[in-house]
């Protein structure tokens, strides 16, 4: 029989969607299997399904038994800026603060292309050890900075989203562009870069106060010049960063009418943290279908609030989950699901190990509108997953020993966050 050298059958239980856990009950959105198998060929997934099954129908496909371990999808980090990787957990500082005193001095180290290729790679390899197969990030305001992570991420044949940061004002010297230039290296970028293998590029202006009013402008002609392009930035984490923008954009209504108004508000649009949100941010975020990303270890770190997720939810909100590493203090999703469980509780509403699963695969593809591609096992999907082991520590061994089902496994798993439970970690058909 010829050997199907192509073909790796992985074995374990096996965890899919087949509907939203926030919409239906769990027991009709996931499909576990006890015995499960997953099916890779090439770049993809062939098949899923019952483990002696799938063994009978490929009997030369190479096999790689986790025994009882998890195999799921591969994490999706909606929302990241890998040049924040080497002042993560950087101390006591809100938000404005946290930016002149930590990641602006950082940020201005990336003109060095050198630099920005040893920390894009320091990055992707922790994220991969954590158990992430996609991140959507910032670079710096150095086209070099988004040249070195797109390297890095196209060499490990990955998937990720990034773009150029613009700032033309509230920023060092060092670190600022002009409204043309930001267009010009964007589009530059753009041109080079989106959908060249698995890369995507993604239209980034920071944030609106550190964007001249024609800066946003001349990034919203880009976006409708390219509407196939991710747009993401920062909307409303802190109270005095929501002020600064009234200060700054007097006649606008709101932080939200900042990018509408200059045409940065869409379904392709990632709008980071997005806590304090009024009536008409909420309904025009809902109309238009944005992605809104959570991104609570960073929310609790820098002390910027409690993310309103049951409520956001409930109103048909599209939400991804995020690390937002280095602001948050984190590179894990397991970790950053187990903050979104605890910002949870604090608004009453305890989520579900398959929500906050869900949140960190599907969740962030669906606001990616990567769902087709990434976040699931399915035949046709990227093979891009990941295998936790649900006893993989002392204290999470004995907490599972007495699990009466999968579920007060795989909660203990999350809630303490701990990267030995990554087992091993497939992306694009390889074992990373
Ligand atoms: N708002 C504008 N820039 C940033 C950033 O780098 N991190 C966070 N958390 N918020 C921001
Ligand atoms: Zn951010």
New binding site residues.
């Given amino acids: 029989m010829r050997k199907d050298t192509n073909a790796t059958l992985l074995l374990g239980q096996t965890l899919s969607f087949s509907a939203n856990p926030f919409e239906l009950p769990v027991t009709e959105a996931v499909h576990l299997q006890s015995a499960g198998a997953v099916l890779i060929r090439g770049g993809s997934i062939a098949a899923v399904g019952d483990a002696g099954t799938l063994r009978a129908l490929h009997p030369t496909a190479r096999v790689v038994d986790y025994g009882k371990g998890l195999i799921m999808a591969g994490f999706v980090d909606a929302h990241v800026?890998y040049p924040?990787t080497a002042i993560i957990a950087s101390w006591g500082k809100r938000?404005i603060d946290w930016?002149n005193s930590y990641?602006f001095p950082e940020e201005m180290r990336f003109g060095s292309k050198t630099y920005a290729t040893e920390i894009a790679n320091r990055y992707l390899d922790l994220t991969t050890s954590h158990g992430t197969t996609t991140s959507v990030s910032?670079c710096t305001i150095h086209p070099q900075s988004v040249d070195a992570f797109f390297d890095a991420a196209q060499t490990r044949g990955q998937r990720v989203v990034a773009g150029k940061t613009c700032m033309d004002r509230n920023a060092p010297d060092d670190l600022t562009d002009t409204a043309q230039s930001a267009y010009d290296d964007s589009k530059r970028l753009l041109t080079n870069w989106h959908g060249v293998d698995r890369l995507e590029y993604a239209i980034t202006p920071?944030?609106s106060p550190?964007s001249t009013p024609e800066q946003l402008e001349a990034l919203g002609a880009l976006w409708s010049e390219h509407p196939d392009c991710l747009m993401q930035t920062?909307l409303s984490?802190q109270t005095d960063?929501i002020e600064w923008v009234q200060s700054l954009f007097p006649a606008a209504r709101d932080y939200l009418d900042t990018y509408e108004e200059f045409g940065l508000l869409g379904q392709k649009g990632l709008y980071?943290?997005a806590i304090h949100l009024t009536e008409r941010e909420r309904a025009r975020l809902k109309d238009v279908g944005a992605g809104l990303i959570h991104?609570p270890t960073?929310n609790t770190f820098?002390g910027s609030g409690l993310f309103d997720l049951p409520g956001l939810m409930a109103e048909g909100q599209r939400i991804g989950l995020a690390t937002?590493t280095g602001?948050?203090s984190s590179f894990s999703m397991l970790r950053t699901m187990a903050a979104a469980y605890e910002i949870s509780q604090l608004r009453h509403t305890p989520l579900h190990a398959a929500q906050l699963l869900w949140l960190a695969t599907i969740g962030s593809a669906q606001t990616l509108h990567m769902k087709d591609k990434i976040g699931n096992l399915a035949p046709g999907m990227e093979a891009d997953l990941v295998v936790l082991d649900l006893a993989s520590t002392d204290a999470i061994a004995q907490r599972t020993a007495r699990a009466d089902d999968i579920w007060e496994a795989v909660f203990p798993t999350i809630m303490m966050g701990d990267d030995r439970a990554i087992r091993a970690v497939w992306i694009n058909g390889k074992a990373a």
Avoid: K, P, V
């Fill in positions: 800026h924040q938000l930016l990641t910032y920071r944030f550190t920062h984490e960063e980071g943290h991104c960073s820098i937002d602001g948050g």
